[in-house]
């Protein structure tokens, strides 16, 4: 028996964060019924669908038009079977539909009611427009993703709407354990740029005490022990040795036991320009190959093409689909 059979959770949400966030919980058992308007998600048009078919697996599918009578009608019946309700228009919108918290606790008094916003429910920016990338900005995430200039780059993966996601999904689950802990039902609010920010938190404690706005400093690039390496034909590894332990298996795979008191040294010293050097005596593939089979936090930056033909990977059944995060039994 899945963790979460027999739940089942109505998913009034469009494009990727909300579908997202509801498909983690059919993965660990949820019957999630995806509601979709009169010609489908809006999802399905962007990249010939593959964003709506990614984000969307393990769900049923009904088209509900939630502005005609006889579609308001098979929404309260979808609602009456359901322990839970996601979704994410702007505030108030699911008012003017008829489907707000209070109208749909009153036709089931135990659901839980999840509104996944941008901005939350009320504040300055409640009923604006945004997207990932502006909610990475607005937190600072995006500040952090710079190219050697200091200037902010464009990541390629929605991590905003990936983490938000990720908090709406916790969320749900933890109403979930409150309501069969005491039969109640709940509202939760989650804002993605809140759930973002959130992430933040240790670079706000730095800041706060004025010692670095970048996060923590062993790990930000300062150090020689702790960064992104290129190799010889002009990829890149990562070397994140940051215990004395794994730095000197490093140091011992490379024959140079005088670094060994080096790993703390900063970068742009010529000890980092040694080093740096000698793993760019290798090629991607042979470190690659190196990082199976020795114990120094290294590993190779895989490109997507590139998942299938690593060992790990291969054992976790990926096979361009999906791997399955959470295991139980």
């Known amino acids: 028996m899945k963790m979460l059979e027999g739940i089942y959770v109505l998913d009034v949400t469009y494009y990727l964060p909300g579908p997202y966030a509801a498909m983690r919980l059919a993965e660990m058992g949820a019957h999630v019924i995806k509601v979709e308007p009169p010609g489908g998600d809006p999802a399905k048009t962007m990249s010939g669908g593959i964003v709506h078919q990614a984000n969307n697996k393990g769900k049923e599918f009904v088209t509900v038009d939630l502005k005609t009578e006889e579609g308001k009608a098979s929404m ?61 900005a607005l937190s600072g995430v995006l500040s952090q993703f710079t190219d050697f200039e200091g200037k902010p780059i464009h990541p390629e993966n929605t991590i905003a709407d990936y983490v938000g996601a990720v908090a709406v999904s916790e969320g749900i689950l933890g109403a979930l354990v409150q309501k069969f802990r005491t039969g109640q039902g709940s509202f939760v609010d989650i804002a993605i740029a809140d759930a973002l920010l959130d992430f933040q938190g240790t670079h706000l404690a730095y800041n706060e005490k004025g010692i670095s706005a970048s996060g923590i400093p062993e790990i930000d690039g300062t150090y020689i022990c702790y960064g992104l390496y290129p190799t ?98």
């Not at 505030?91 to 109208?103: E, I, Q, S, V």
């Not at 009611?113 to 009320?122: F, I, W």
């Not at 593939?285 to 020795?294: F, H």
Request: glycine share 6%; charged share 25%; hydrophobic share 35%.
């Open 76 to 136: 309260i019946e979808l609602i009456k079977k359901s322990d839970v309700l996601l979704e994410s228009f702007r505030p108030g919108a699911m008012k003017r539909l008829g489907f707000d918290y209070d109208t749909v606790k009153a036709l089931k008094p135990d659901i839980v009611y999840c509104s996944m916003t941008g901005y939350g429910q009320d504040g300055p920016l409640s009923v604006v427009g945004s997207h990932d990338i502006n909610y990475m």
């Open 232 to 329: 010889k034909d002009g990829r890149h590894v990562a070397l994140g040795a940051l215990e004395p332990k794994f730095w000197n298996n490093f140091c011992e795979f490379a024959k140079r036991p005088e670094w060994k008191q080096c790993g703390y040294y900063a970068t742009g010293t010529p000890e980092h320009s040694e080093v740096s050097d000698f793993i760019a005596s290798l090629s991607w593939n042979e470190w690659l190959d190196i990082s199976c089979r020795t114990d120094f936090c290294m590993t190779p930056v895989m490109r997507i093409t590139d998942l299938s033909e690593h060992p790990y990977w291969q054992s976790r059944g990926i096979n361009n689909e999906k791997v399955k995060v959470i295991h139980s039994n």
